[in-house]
């Protein structure tokens, strides 16, 4: 399901699944995306940053038309304790490699790899940003 802010509408709530991971996608070509992602932040539930959140940064192909600092997108990731991920989207082979590693991140955090938990595995990612 994709939505293009928070907070999601409550009038549906009843019919909405289970939300296993909430990726938020932040062009780096536009400042109003970096923005929109900070407001939708602080309707996020404390408990989600603990493994069910992550950052998806497109357009880091075009970096000589960047609108947002490559730090800002970091800090964000340290602040909320959650992975950020780059990609370029109009390159065909980066798209599915991208696509499936969101796949692999919603299978562990809704729980279908035995012995991963979300937790564990947010860890792992950011640990290994680290390096």
Excluded at 57 to 73: D, F, K, M
Excluded at 95 to 106: H, K, S
Aim: net charge neutral; hydrophobic share 45%; with cysteine.
């Amino acid at each position: 399901h994709l939505a293009t802010s928070l907070p999601l509408p409550s009038e549906r709530d009843h019919l909405r699944p289970r939300i296993d991971l909430i990726v938020f996608i932040c062009d780096i070509k536009s400042k109003y995306s970096l923005k929109n992602v900070e407001a939708c932040l602080n309707h996020v539930d404390a408990s989600f940053f603990l493994g069910k959140v992550c950052f998806l940064v497109t357009g880091v192909g075009r970096v000589n038309y960047c609108s947002v600092e490559v730090n800002a997108i970091w800090k964000l990731g340290e602040v909320y304790c959650s992975p950020v991920l780059f990609c370029e989207l109009e390159l065909d082979g980066i798209r599915v490699a991208t696509a499936q590693r969101l796949l692999r991140m919603l299978q562990i955090c809704a729980g279908h790899v035995p012995g991963v938990s979300a937790l564990c595995f947010g860890s792992l990612m950011r640990n290994s940003a680290d390096d």
